[in-house]
């Protein structure tokens, strides 16, 4: 049984047509829900933009909001990670042996599928069993209210929750998974994880 539910929406350069390579991780937010109270912990978020090799282009920085200036005022993907697992050992989400305390959610599969590991094996980063598996909360979604969302805009449609910021933001998606995740709580949704490598 875990204390904490860990929402993250990663963004990542890209551009309108076709694959970008690399393909880096511009935008690093997580925040966390503490499943004995159901309150979403907006006093302890973890935000980060991410330097990247290449320039963010213009389709990325229209899409996610995120600049170039941004990008480059920020710290490499390698020094956000650590400091994302300080974050977590700060917390006691998770112990100096790797146990962990929490259940890491996102919208979609992409995040943990595909983006994270390809972000760690461009970093020299080895990936750590606990982001190896994660909870797709649009699965839980769809068996919760017998509702297939078309994406995070479907699902806070359905729950007549507003859209707060900019959609593909990083920091804001993050925000709208956590209210929606918030509410499934309040509907008694047990949250497990869905998803591995």
Not at 69 to 90: A, C
Not at 119 to 145: A, D, H, M, R
Request: glycine residues 6%; contains cysteine; proline residues 3%.
């Amino acid at each position: 049984m875990v204390d904490y539910l860990i929402v993250i929406d990663f963004e990542a350069n890209c551009k309108k047509d076709g694959i970008i390579y690399p393909q880096e991780i511009i935008e690093f937010p997580a925040i966390p829900i503490n499943l004995k109270t159901n309150e979403i912990e907006y006093n302890n978020i973890f935000h980060h933009y991410c330097k990247i090799d290449t320039k963010i282009t213009d389709f990325a920085t229209k899409l996610t909001g995120i600049t170039q200036k941004q990008s480059d005022n920020g710290k490499t993907f390698k020094e956000v990670y650590k400091s994302f697992k300080l974050w977590l050992l700060f917390n006691n989400f998770m112990e100096y042996d790797g146990t962990c305390n929490f259940i890491i959610v996102t919208c979609g599969n992409w995040d943990f599928e595909h983006m994270f590991p390809s972000q760690c094996k461009y970093s020299g980063i080895q990936i750590p069993t606990i982001f190896k598996k994660w909870c797709n909360v649009k699965e839980l979604f769809n068996k919760k209210y017998n509702f297939k969302p078309n994406g995070l805009i479907g699902m806070l449609d359905y729950l007549k929750i507003k859209l707060e910021g900019h959609h593909h933001s990083g920091i804001d998606d993050t925000k709208n998974i956590a209210k929606i995740c918030k509410k499934m709580l309040i509907d008694n949704t047990a949250f497990h994880e869905t998803n591995h490598l």
